[in-house]
């Protein structure tokens, strides 16, 4: 589906499918001007997703020989089909960081990393391995590619028009906004969602990711915005309102494991886990999809990384695994 979401500049939104997968669609948007054009963000690579994009992409009439393609982080679902764009020889724009996990994942630096990170926090070797044919493994762009990097406060001139790229590590450490001063237009990528929670990780090299992601709403909670558009579902005219709800939702989750880890302590990670409060539509623990449990895990332990680095929780090894206590 096409949508037409703003005048001079002109900005259309192609939903691109999602299939079997929770986000349901990537929002890729496309921005026309005279002479260029820019697309952010691709789809899975993934035949259904590269149908819908390059049918909308044809539909609109974008030409690949005069558009750029700016990539706001490297989750697949969002640089899948960056491939299609290089082989066409369009510049590429990301930020270093992302584009580095990006390289390093292609061979499984990044994801073996957190496998063994996973069992020491005593997730089982079985559902580690039930989740090697994860869509963000399966649907990864398979090209090596070169990009012009971009860093925080840069401005870049894309279809014949001025952004400012706004650096919120987070999500994921490289992810960049996009923003159009003048139209107070803001591409939130999946730094702010309006429908779901951003998911927070662990990563290699990046120390305590949700207090970065945290630092990442406040730095443009005061940002004027009259058009929020997002990486999934649906966008908004506003961002405080929402920047607040998302804070008070990582505060009740840091709440909630301080409460189970008080009544049950020495637990591991992947005990506290299940204790936590999901919306995976009525499904309990054991009825989570392989994927889904793997991100339940992740986002647990973002959380707990944050209550050791703030001296809320106690960590100690026994016997090659981590468990936790009130510190
Ligand atoms: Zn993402
Ligand atoms: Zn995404």
Redesign the pocket.
Known sequence: MIQQLFHNPDIYQIEVDLPDNPLKYLNSYVVKGKMHNLVIDTGFNRPECQKALFDGLQELDVDLQCTDLFLT?L?A??TGLVGAFATAGCPIYMHGIDYTYLKDSADGTTWRFTEQNFMREGMPAADIEKQFSNQARKYSPQINFSVKTVSDGDMVRLADTDFHVIHTPG??KGLCCLYLPKQEIFFTS?HILFDITPNIQIWSNMRDALEQYLQSLDKVYQLPVQLALP?HRKGNISIAGRIDEIKEHHRNRLQEILDIVKTQPHMTAFEIAPHLTWSMRGKKWNEFPPTQKWFAMGETLAHIEYLVHHGRLAKEERNGVFLYALA
């Open positions: 982080h989750h679902d969002h999500h994921t999946d990486g």
